[in-house]
DNA sequence: CTGAAAGCGCTAACAA
DNA sequence: TTGTTAGCGCTTTCAG
């Protein structure tokens, strides 16, 4: 087997017969081309098997038809089925992806950011809002296009592509209430530079304050881990007054209480109702089915796709698509009983 | 805010009072620049935020700092965390990941293959071994460095970082067979381009083969949806000779059958013992727990990228990593049980 | 519709 | 140790 040295343009252009130029029309715009020529380069090209070059692409037009993601991580299953999705809408318009990911730290994120630019992305997906002063300075002075995905906003120097979480995390509380519960727990995942997790707080406080027979015992926060869960869950037992429901920020935490629940021979729903967020295959399997809130995971990923790609191709044609709200529901299972 | 021209070396340059090469030095190899000087050229380099241009850089040196990794489907969990743990690695050398998705199909593969290389990566991260020889004589023919995942060979042509499919399953078959199963069904992914599955449909006929008394009543396949396994235990369930286990060659796989059982009122492992393969999340937290087979899957993302990197960046001093054979375990849970 | 030629920003010999 | 300079492979005016 023998190892072929790269064909450039200019090969492809000898063996045409026509210039460098032409060959390059080709590849961009077909159309600027007359038929036949179009057809010799053609296979000149099939025949050498060329493949342009990125580097000299990205030196000469300045674009990559690259786009970059940074999640938080895809071992949490809602951010890999986003970023799947993303990917595929991408891959169908020729743009590649670039994975950063951030570990739930803006620092980290900040890094990934810079990397993934070096690396000459033409645009970024984010996940929330919630970035220091420096990363947005960083972000508005190099003029990145970039959206932010899982969460919503109507402030219009940036495009999002996501939902309300404070709204959707109120929805869910004031369902738990309507059930009855009146002593409420909530577990959330670490806040610091996690709007995520700040708003649905606020959001689930929304549904207290509205609620004035209701009150929350204790607001605990832990990784997106089964242990710490299971950890955070211990930490509200040892209190006096034990919370009929426990309210969890995320599918992962609350899996990681219910496992950690069965460890102690607490029954639930019955010794307490428990919630969700995200609807991730897990919320579905465990046992008793959970009840949670639906985010649009792949429709956000999809979504947030056709809107960075026309962020960085200003299609003139197609309206300008600016941030998109999108809606999440309750998913009722079996971990949410009435109080009695 | 008002939007800045990107810096080019140049401008670093005059700023510094250098000539552009000893920017450039002093940005790849730092050593080579006296310490004054290097002081200088950093500070103007903060100043401006400069950021190399990827493409002249690419163009220059033809080198990316890139990898691509093509996996089938970041929505599995077990491809998601090994895609996490290769991507920190690359993230602490520098050097950025590029994502593209399979869909378990070889040719949307090779596609993806096409367009890594085209957007420049150094090389590759691929899973399994079993592809069409216009893929491998592609990727032979061009000289990528690339590693393959997910499977263990010792063929010397290429670098591998995984395990033995074959063996391991046909371990976990032992396992079954040795609680007194005679009767077996296999529920496997989709064949086609997949030599996972495969592979482990032939361990567990090695298994089989050596215990006269077992045998497999059906080989049924489904893609990786729970729905579709689902619909494969039905038609287990349509046979006369009902089996009294079923081994699953993934967890999703297992679980959907799981659900599917659930559904239909057939209670594990009373009704039938089942087994999956993967060791996700899933596995730990469905009711009962499933007895599968412990893929190293952060390790072998981890591994992989060491080996990756060393392939890319000859380092002479390291002894040049080879393949690598990790091992898989099995992990007890509550579905098999012994076959009265 | 096609060709000539001037760069794009950076790296790496080679000189000094 | 530092500077000079010649490209790397491609796109894109501008002429023809």
């Known amino acids: 087997m023998h190892l072929i040295k790269r064909p450039k343009l200019e ?24 038929e036949p020529t179009r057809l010799r380069i053609q296979s000149a090209i099939e025949t050498l098997e060329y ?5 000299g692409r990205a030196l000469a037009s300045n674009r990559t038809n690259t786009i970059g993601a940074i999640i938080p991580s895809m071992d949490n299953a809602v ?29 980290q994120e900040f890094e990934q950011i810079q990397s993934l630019l070096s690396q000459g992305a033409d645009g970024l997906l984010l996940i929330g809002q919630d970035r220091p002063q ?37 929805k869910i509380a004031e369902h738990v209430i309507s059930y009855g519960h009146q002593k409420l ?39 997106y881990s089964f242990t710490e ?29 219910m496992l950690r629940a069965k460890e102690l021979n607490l029954r639930i729903p019955n010794d307490f109702s428990i919630t969700g ?21 792949q429709e956000m990923g999809q979504k947030a796709a056709k809107v960075l790609l026309d962020l960085i191709n200003p299609n003139l044609d197609v309206p300008k698509s600016p941030s998109q709200e999108l809606m999440t529901t309750i998913v009722e299972r079996d971990t949410l009983i009435k109080f009695q």
């Open 134 to 170: 420096k990363t947005q300075d960083f972000l508005r002075k190099h003029a990145i296009p970039h959206v932010l995905a899982w969460c919503f906003s109507t402030d219009i120097s940036c495009s999002s592509v996501g939902f309300d979480n404070r709204k959707s995390a109120k």
């Open 79 to 107: 951010f890999a089925s986003g970023l799947q999705a993303f990917q595929e809408v991408l891959s169908h318009a020729r743009v590649t992806l670039l994975v950063g990911s951030s570990n739930y730290d803006p620092s």
């Open 11 to 34: 090969d492809v252009a000898k063996l045409a017969g026509v210039s460098t130029a032409s060959i390059s029309r080709c590849i961009n715009n077909p159309k600027k081309v007359a």
């Open 277 to 297: 967020f995200d609807d991730i295959n897990l919320a579905q399997v465990v046992t008793p089915g959970l009840t949670t809130v639906r985010v649009p995971q």
């Open 185 to 223: 727990a909530i577990i959330a995942g670490l806040k610091a530079g996690n709007d995520r997790a700040k708003e649905r707080i606020l959001g689930i406080k929304d549904a207290v304050k509205e609620n004035s027979d209701t009150k929350i015992v204790t607001i605990e926060q832990c990784k």
């Open 51 to 55: 493949m342009p070059h990125f580097g």
């Open 229 to 257: 869960a299971g950890a955070a869950l211990d930490r509200i037992l040892s209190f006096h007054k034990s919370p009929s429901a426990i309210i969890c920020t995320s599918d992962v935490i609350a899996v990681g209480v």
